[in-house]
């Protein structure tokens, strides 16, 4: 009986036109060879015994005038979320420096807007500069962006920006009225433009059928570029929300979903995300045999619970995982046939986005999922001191 092998490269593709019937397929797979195909996507691009680790802290809470079906956050529902004004620099500050001490490498703020007003962008990139000032990559979800507002956050210093689709298109009218799905996708396409690493995701287990969580996969693989994190949420079910007594999704229909996830966007930061306190440690360790290789830290997901972090070190110790420092992105990275990584300290200053050094690297080439909106893409990594090669004004 011969030994069974990963799957070569040729295996996974970078696609960005997937069917409904592909991913209906991949979700269909016999369990153990979808784990099995998941592995090995996992492991032409990352290290397995690795998980990066971020810290999610809500920077203004509750007020939201939406009517997201699953948040407790939204004005409307009787859910005992108060209202609460922006956190002030020096808290939000603190909360870094405990993160970090805990072993976070990427620290995410969030605040409860439809879209944040103009008058609060320079509050925001305080908060961002002053994170980032702590060798944190930093990360925000403030709802919906103008392009000149994610300029200005990735002036202050931002790597990630978070905005989810939260569900296939064809259910999203039955969980949000208040917006729609091309306003998220516009979102997206402003971060991307100005130069910023998304993070987008959804929710699972909303009453959808599997054909729709294949509908929320599809969609996302099918981006211009793959998202840098792709956060996959169990839904918590939150008294006095409408989605509250909500069928609880097959755990083991969850575990699909990070696999196919995992093989759909191979080089992607697949993120077990909401939902975890309300999953058992086996749970967690299939998913992270799925491919899943980023998780929050910490005891509280904006408004919901989450395993707090003596659990975590507890699970990673008996898993044999380890948290990935931000330093070990850039040698991982480094690994992956076709691309090109640059970024220093000072960086050129040209608008390709590769000032920010390891902490915020910029991948160009023609293989790269990420390369810098507007640059021309450079294929010969440069020194420090003769700039990135990329072309641009300021090499």
């Keep these: 009986m011969s030994a069974v092998r990963p799957l070569p490269v040729e295996a996974f593709p970078i696609r960005h036109d997937w069917s409904r019937a592909e991913v209906e397929a991949l979700l269909a797979l016999p369990l153990p060879e979808l784990l099995h195909r998941a592995g090995s996507a996992h492991r032409l691009h990352f290290e397995p015994g690795e998980v990066q680790v971020s810290t999610l802290l809500s920077v203004k809470t509750g007020g939201c005038p939406e009517d997201c079906a699953y948040c407790p956050q939204a004005a409307r529902y009787h859910t005992g979320v108060e209202a609460t004004k ?158 509250a007594g909500t069928v609880e999704l097959d755990p083991f229909e969850f575990v699909r979903t990070i696999a196919a996830a995992r093989i759909l966007m191979p080089r992607s930061m697949v993120r077990l995300s909401a939902g975890r306190a309300e999953m058992n440690d086996e749970l967690q360790a299939l998913c992270f045999c799925a491919g899943a290789n980023s998780i929050f830290y910490g005891e509280k997901l904006l408004t919901t619970g989450n395993p707090d972090t003596l659990r975590d070190n507890a699970l990673f110790e008996r898993l044999g995982l380890r948290p990935m420092p931000i330093e070990e992105v850039k040698s991982q990275l480094d690994a992956i046939p076709g691309l090109t990584i640059v970024g220093s300290e000072g960086g050129c200053g040209g608008g390709c986005a590769c000032s920010s050094g390891v902490a915020s690297l910029t991948i160009v080439g023609a293989a790269s999922e990420a390369a810098a909106s507007g640059c021309c893409g450079g294929s010969t990594p440069r020194t420090p001191e003769d700039g990135c090669g990329c072309g641009c004004s300021g090499c």
């Design 86 to 243: 922006l956190m002030e620099l020096d808290d939000v500050l603190a909360k870094a420096q405990q993160a970090k001490a805990a072993g976070a490498s990427r620290f995410c703020m969030g605040a409860a807007w439809r879209s944040p007003k103009d008058r609060d962008i320079p509050k925001v990139a305080a908060m961002i500069r002053e994170v980032k000032a702590l060798g944190l990559e930093t990360c925000a979800t403030l709802g919906m962006l103008s392009g000149a507002q994610a300029g200005a956050l990735k002036d202050a210093g931002l790597d990630y920006y978070n905005h989810n689709l939260d569900t296939d298109p064809e259910l999203y009218g039955d969980i949000i009225h208040t917006r729609d799905m091309q306003d998220r996708l516009d979102t997206l396409s402003h971060v991307r433009d100005a130069g910023l690493k998304t993070c987008c995701g959804g929710i699972v287990g909303m009453g959808e059928s599997r054909r729709q969580r294949a509908g929320l996969l599809m969609t996302l693989a099918n981006l211009p570029a793959h998202p840098d994190s792709v956060p996959i949420n169990r839904l918590v079910q939150v008294e006095g929300t409408p989605l």
